[in-house]
């Protein structure tokens, strides 16, 4: 079956320069959707290739999206915005994915999935198809990372292959330019609560001659650093309690005189130990706040403790009543330690206590103040209510 005025399927390929495939690609795509026995069309997303691939396309019988963004993820998002079918199907121009599939991963998706990957280490690597790194450090790493830090039980987080209902992943709304789209699609329909599938398929070499535009490293920590933004907990908050207690145990040593602590270096160090808990867990908290605003009220679940914590309507003025409170108590702090210390005979040790937890407020009173302005900064070029 051709391509059909009124599509049900839709393939949606990126391409740059991919002369020596795209046909074979296409004609695969044709393949998989006459097996499934739906309607469809073929898009090809170009990114400006100048080797004649945007001719071979439309011989084939595609449909050229052309698209001025480079980035594998543009090319996707403007290839799916363009699709009409409500079925998309989604890989790469190099011949490499199997489009002939195509019944298999719409089987789910009659079904009720919203999202259905391929699997390539349940399927089979035709020998050279995957570099020795990807297939043994950097896929497995990134997948068990995606499994811990977000609970998605999915073996091969960055397989390209992917078939999903269009209006599901339109409720997302993708905005990754880069390679890092891969992972922004799974992440955020986990955040989303949509249902994901994975089959297994296979994956067949590069041709000798192709260069593939996947760069190791780079992409690969565009990858690793998407993931760790929108899981801050783990990127913050481990550390960030660590510094939390051993600064508490601290100061608690030094009161009960645990342990010797003389001189003021031993308070300065403690001190530093707390800044940095402060700074780090304020961080923690505005950076998750403005993901869960930024992106949980458009593709869905957002943070609701946050929500009441800091709620955009009086989360600004809560850290500024903060700010000022933490402000006249370190202030007030301050003022009984000065004066202990010319008028009173305590110990040492005691004024020094007090003008810690004076440190303390104060840094607290920054911290707070500086989370409301980020706050403010970030809502005002969102156009939002504060």
């Known amino acids: 079956m051709r391509t059909s005025p009124e599509p049900q399927l839709s393939f949606v390929i990126p391409c740059l320069n991919e002369a020596p495939t795209l046909a074979a690609t296409i004609r695969d795509c044709h393949r998989g959707g006459a097996a499934t026995g739906l309607p469809y069309e073929i898009l090809v997303a170009d990114n400006g290739s100048s080797d004649g691939s945007v001719e071979i396309a439309r011989l084939e019988g595609a449909r050229v999206v052309a698209v001025p963004v480079r980035g594998y993820g543009a090319a996707l998002r403007a290839g799916i915005q363009e699709a009409r079918g409500s079925f998309v199907f989604m890989g790469d121009a190099d011949s490499t994915y199997r489009f002939d599939q195509a019944p298999l991963f719409l089987e789910p998706l009659k079904n009720g999935a919203d999202l259905v990957m391929g699997n390539r280490f349940q399927g ?3 020998p050279g198809a995957m570099p ?8 497995p790493v990134l997948s068990l990372l995606g499994r811990i830090l977000f609970g998605i039980e999915v073996g091969d987080f960055h397989c390209g292959l992917r078939a999903f209902r269009r209006n599901s992943i339109e409720r997302l709304s993708l905005c990754s330019n880069g390679m890092e789209f891969a992972s922004e699609m799974v992440i955020k329909a986990s955040i989303c609560d949509l249902c994901l599938k994975e089959i297994p398929t296979d994956l067949r070499p590069n041709p000798p001659s192709r260069r593939p535009h996947l760069r190791t490293w780079r ?3 565009r990858h690793l650093k998407f993931m760790l933004s ?4 783990y990127a913050f908050l481990g550390l960030g309690s660590i510094c939390l207690v051993t600064s508490l145990l601290l100061y608690l040593a030094y009161s009960a005189e645990i342990y010797v602590f003389t001189g003021t270096t031993s308070l300065l160090a403690a001190s530093f130990l707390f800044f940095a808990a402060c700074a780090l867990i304020s ?3 505005v950076t998750r706040f403005f993901f869960a605003r930024r992106y949980g009220s458009h593709v869905g679940r957002g943070g609701r403790l946050i ?3 800091l709620n955009m309507r009086s989360g600004v003025d809560r850290l500024m009543r903060a700010a000022v409170f933490s402000l006249i108590l370190g202030i007030v702090l301050i003022m009984i330690a000065s004066t202990s210390y010319h008028n009173n005979p305590i110990p040492i040790r005691r004024i020094s206590q007090v003008a810690f937890l004076a440190s303390v407020a104060l840094s607290i009173s920054l911290f707070s103040y500086l989370a409301g302005a980020k706050i403010s900064t970030l809502a005002a070029f969102q156009d939002r209510e504060i």
Do not use: A, K, Q, V
């Open 283 to 285: 961080d923690y908290i």
């Open 124 to 126: 089979t690597i035709e």
């Open 132 to 139: 020795f790194l990807h297939r043994y450090l950097g896929n």
């Open 219 to 221: 992409d690969g920590w």
């Open 307 to 309: 929500d009441r914590l």
């Open 230 to 233: 929108f899981s801050p907990r």
